[in-house]
Structure formats: structure tokens, C-alpha cells
């Protein structure tokens, strides 16, 4: 990123963090990243450091422990430490998105005090745990259930696909108080990982962004108290989905940063391979990748801090974030394909960092929404929210 063409405002505190985060991320994060991503090692030691910069609760106010940054400068950094390993990227999207956010916008001033100041700290981690083993794209369905008892709720049911599951210490787990309610009988709860009934079952051997945990979490009459609920009974649902909102713009700064790193690579191995007597920068296919490369990206970017800029102005931008992640991930996984091409035989090698873009960037067409859930809520913003 070029700093002084960005098209956002920042504040001069902002673009020095940002700066250091670039910095941060090229010596400390990238050198490692090829062994995390060879041995699916957690990385503790640098999640550690990026807590002490401030980066694990980017968003939330000062007050309860945050750095009290935009989401423009949230997302740059997102892009900085995702070039650089995108596994570090989304432990990182997942504390501030999808578990700082919410507590900090239905949270009480108890539950901020005692969980969010930890959490945005970085000296504790969250996980979001919507997803289940039949419900991924269909949320109202739950099957988690959550059953009233004397001084609180017993949850019972299984989650899967949950990022940071085995190292968080809070969950924000999603649960039905009736399934036949649909959407209207679920409920968000914070619960502490070291609750009884709480259990981490299985961790998926995936494809990409190795590093991270995918768990499947089962929660057996895991009993929390009244205070653990997040905002009223009920309101899970809308809880859970404006989280997502703000979460692609997370996922779409992660491509970015797969899709940079992809893109760097490229440039630099076209400049260095002869082919014919000249490096093959020099051939018109090979240039006509690296434009439309280039292009792509920053599409996505200016896409991505526009939800930003937007989110910050307090303004609707559910169906902002939506073609930002969609176009975001999409121009990742191109990317990261052109690049192997541009690589050759060496591309397919586990030498080149472009074999760990494309894996990577399969997963942010995914998560957080698929890309057909995408267009889904672009589509709905364009009749349904008139």
C-alpha cells in the first residue's frame, strides 16, 4: 500500500501504526510463516507481540481496552499481516470482528469490563461459533439448544468450522431457546472455555491458513449464568448477522493481503526467470497477467475501504461489505492462479510462496458467507432494502 495515495482519511496516529504493522509484518510475521504453514503451529509467540501493538482490539474504544482506530486503518492492517501469513490474518479478523465488535454494540458495561477489556487487550482470544454441522449458510436453523434453568441457561449441541476454537478463552456461542421460532428464538451467549460441558472435539486438517484452528466445539448441559447472555433473548439473530457485516470487511482485507503477497511474487520472479534470452517480464502474456492482477486488487481494496469509510460514518454498509468480500476473494483466488502460472513448475512447488496464496485464498470465497451468500445480500440491497 502506498501511503501517501491512499484515497481514505487517516490521522497521522493512524498512518504511523500502520507503518509499524507493514513493518511488523515483514520482519517478524512473513519470515515465519512458511513453518506455521508447514506444521499448522499456532502462532502464540506473535499473536503475543500483536497484542502489545494494539492490534487485537483495533476498533474498540480506548475505554474498555481497545486502540480506538477506524475501520479504514483496522482494515489496512488486516491486509499488512495477511500478506505477510494469511493464518495470522483471520485469528486476528475473528478477535476484533466477530468477538470484540459485537460486545462492544450489545454488550453491558459488566460484561465489557470483565470479558471485552481482555479480549481487545489480546490477553485473552475469542471465537465466534455460529456454524454447525447441518446449518452453515442457514443460520435460523439452529440446533444448538439452550434451555432455561435456575440462574441461567444449559446449552447442548455441537459447533463446527470455529476459528481460534481451541485457543480461545470466550466463546460467543449461538443457541435456540425453540427451534420452531426460527431466526426469533435464538440467543448469544458469551461463555468461558473452561465451562463444564464445554469441549473442543475435533480440529479439521485443512487445506490452507494451517496456523489457524478450525475446531468442531460440543457443548454438553454446559451450564452459564443469567449475565452471559448477550443482549436480550431473542436477539441472537440480529446480533449474529449485523457481526457478519462488519466481519467481510475483515475477509476482504485478508484476500487483499493473499492477493499482494501473490502479486509481489509475481513481479519479482518475472524479473529475475530468462526465457528466450530475456527475463520474461518482457513477454506480453506474462504483462497482461501482472495488469490485470494489479487491477483486480485494487478494485477490492477501494470496494473494501469503502464498507470501511462507510461502517465508520455509521452508515448501512451490509451491502457494501458484501461486494467487497465477494470481489475481494474472488480477485484473490484469480490472483493467486495467475501467479502460479506466471511461476510455472516452480509455482506448484512448496519453494514458492505462491502455492500457499492459492491455498489460502480458496478459503475467503467460504468463510464468513459464502460467495453465493454474497450476491444473495447484494441482491437483497438492491430490492428488498428499498
Same mark, same amino acid.
Given at each position: 500500500?502506498? $501511503?501517501?495515495?491512499?484515497?481514505?482519511? $487517516?490521522?497521522?496516529?493512524?498512518?504511523?501504526?500502520?507503518?509499524?504493522?507493514?513493518?511488523?509484518?515483514?520482519?517478524?510475521?512473513?519470515?515465519?510463516?512458511?513453518?506455521?504453514?508447514?506444521?499448522?503451529?499456532?502462532?502464540?509467540?506473535?499473536?503475543?507481540?500483536?497484542?502489545?501493538?494494539?492490534?487485537?482490539?483495533?476498533?474498540?474504544?480506548?475505554?474498555?481496552?481497545?486502540?480506538?482506530?477506524?475501520?479504514?486503518?483496522?482494515?489496512?492492517?488486516?491486509?499488512?499481516?495477511?500478506?505477510?501469513?494469511?493464518?495470522?490474518?483471520?485469528?486476528?479478523?475473528?478477535?476484533?470482528?466477530?468477538?470484540?465488535?459485537?460486545?462492544?454494540?450489545?454488550?453491558?458495561?459488566?460484561?465489557?469490563?470483565?470479558?471485552?477489556?481482555?479480549?481487545?487487550?489480546?490477553?485473552?482470544?475469542?471465537?465466534?461459533?455460529?456454524?454447525?454441522?447441518?446449518?452453515?449458510?442457514?443460520?435460523?436453523?439452529?440446533?444448538?439448544?439452550?434451555?432455561?434453568?435456575?440462574?441461567?441457561?444449559?446449552?447442548?449441541?455441537?459447533?463446527?468450522?470455529?476459528?481460534?476454537?481451541?485457543?480461545?478463552?470466550?466463546?460467543?456461542?449461538?443457541?435456540?431457546?425453540?427451534?420452531?421460532?426460527?431466526?426469533?428464538?435464538?440467543?448469544?451467549?458469551?461463555?468461558?472455555?473452561?465451562?463444564?460441558?464445554?469441549?473442543?472435539?475435533?480440529?479439521?486438517?485443512?487445506?490452507?491458513?494451517?496456523?489457524?484452528?478450525?475446531?468442531?466445539?460440543?457443548?454438553?448441559?454446559?451450564?452459564?449464568?443469567?449475565?452471559?447472555?448477550?443482549?436480550?433473548?431473542?436477539?441472537?439473530?440480529?446480533?449474529?448477522?449485523?457481526?457478519?457485516?462488519?466481519?467481510?470487511?475483515?475477509?476482504?482485507?485478508?484476500?487483499?493481503?493473499?492477493?499482494?503477497?501473490?502479486?509481489?511474487?509475481?513481479?519479482?520472479?518475472?524479473?529475475?526467470?530468462?526465457?528466450?534470452?530475456?527475463?520474461?517480464?518482457?513477454?506480453?502474456?506474462?504483462?497482461?497477467?501482472?495488469?490485470?492482477?494489479?487491477?483486480?486488487?485494487?478494485?477490492?481494496?477501494?470496494?473494501?475501504?469503502?464498507?470501511?469509510? $462507510?461502517?465508520?460514518?455509521?452508515?448501512?454498509?451490509?451491502?457494501?461489505?458484501?461486494?467487497?468480500?465477494?470481489?475481494?476473494?474472488?480477485?484473490?483466488?484469480?490472483?493467486?492462479?495467475?501467479?502460479?502460472?506466471?511461476?510455472?513448475?516452480?509455482?506448484?512447488?512448496?519453494?514458492?510462496?505462491?502455492?500457499?496464496?492459492?491455498?489460502?485464498?480458496?478459503?475467503?470465497?467460504?468463510?464468513?458467507?459464502?460467495?453465493?451468500?454474497?450476491?444473495?445480500?447484494?441482491?437483497?440491497?438492491?430490492?428488498?432494502?428499498?
Amino acid at each position: 500500500m502506498d $501511503l501517501d495515495r491512499n484515497w481514505p482519511s $487517516l490521522t497521522e496516529s493512524e498512518i504511523t501504526i500502520i507503518e509499524s504493522v507493514e513493518q511488523f509484518a515483514r520482519d517478524v510475521v512473513a519470515p515465519v510463516a512458511k513453518h506455521h504453514d508447514e506444521t499448522g503451529e499456532f502462532p502464540t509467540a506473535i499473536i503475543k507481540q500483536m497484542a502489545e501493538m494494539g492490534l487485537m482490539g483495533m476498533m474498540v474504544p480506548e475505554q474498555w481496552g481497545g486502540s480506538g482506530l477506524s475501520t479504514v486503518a483496522y482494515a489496512m492492517a488486516i491486509e499488512s499481516i495477511s500478506k505477510a501469513c494469511a493464518s495470522t490474518g483471520v485469528i486476528m479478523s475473528v478477535n476484533n470482528s466477530l468477538v470484540c465488535a459485537p460486545i462492544e454494540a450489545w454488550g453491558t458495561d459488566a460484561q465489557k469490563e470483565k470479558i471485552l477489556k481482555p479480549l481487545a487487550r489480546g490477553e485473552k482470544l475469542g471465537c465466534f461459533a455460529l456454524s454447525e454441522p447441518g446449518h452453515g449458510s442457514d443460520p435460523a436453523g439452529l440446533k444448538v439448544r439452550a434451555v432455561k434453568v435456575d440462574g441461567g441457561y444449559k446449552i447442548s449441541g455441537s459447533k463446527n468450522w470455529i476459528t481460534n476454537g481451541r485457543e480461545a478463552d470466550v466463546c460467543l456461542v449461538f443457541a435456540t431457546l425453540d427451534s420452531a421460532l426460527k431466526h426469533k428464538g435464538i440467543c448469544a451467549f458469551l461463555v468461558d472455555t473452561k465451562s463444564a460441558g464445554y469441549s473442543v472435539n475435533k480440529l479439521e486438517d485443512k487445506l490452507g491458513i494451517t496456523a489457524s484452528s478450525t475446531a468442531t466445539l460440543f457443548f454438553d448441559d454446559c451450564f452459564v449464568p443469567q449475565d452471559a447472555l448477550l443482549g436480550k433473548e431473542g436477539e441472537g439473530f440480529k446480533i449474529a448477522m449485523t457481526t457478519l457485516d462488519g466481519g467481510r470487511i475483515g475477509i476482504a482485507a485478508q484476500a487483499l493481503g493473499i492477493a499482494q503477497c501473490a502479486l509481489d511474487a509475481s513481479k519479482q520472479f518475472a524479473a529475475e526467470r530468462e526465457q528466450f534470452g530475456a527475463p520474461i517480464s518482457k513477454l506480453q502474456a506474462i504483462r497482461f497477467y501482472v495488469a490485470e492482477m494489479r487491477t483486480k486488487i485494487q478494485a477490492a481494496r477501494l470496494l473494501t475501504w469503502n464498507a470501511s469509510r $462507510l461502517k465508520d460514518l455509521k452508515r448501512p454498509f451490509s451491502q457494501e461489505a458484501a461486494m467487497a468480500k465477494l470481489f475481494a476473494a474472488e480477485s484473490a483466488m484469480w490472483v493467486a492462479t495467475k501467479a502460479i502460472q506466471v511461476h510455472g513448475g516452480y509455482g506448484y512447488t512448496k519453494e514458492y510462496v505462491v502455492e500457499r496464496n492459492f491455498r489460502d485464498a480458496k478459503i475467503t470465497e467460504i468463510y464468513e458467507g459464502t460467495s453465493e451468500i454474497q450476491k444473495l445480500v447484494i441482491a437483497a440491497g438492491e430490492w428488498d432494502g428499498k
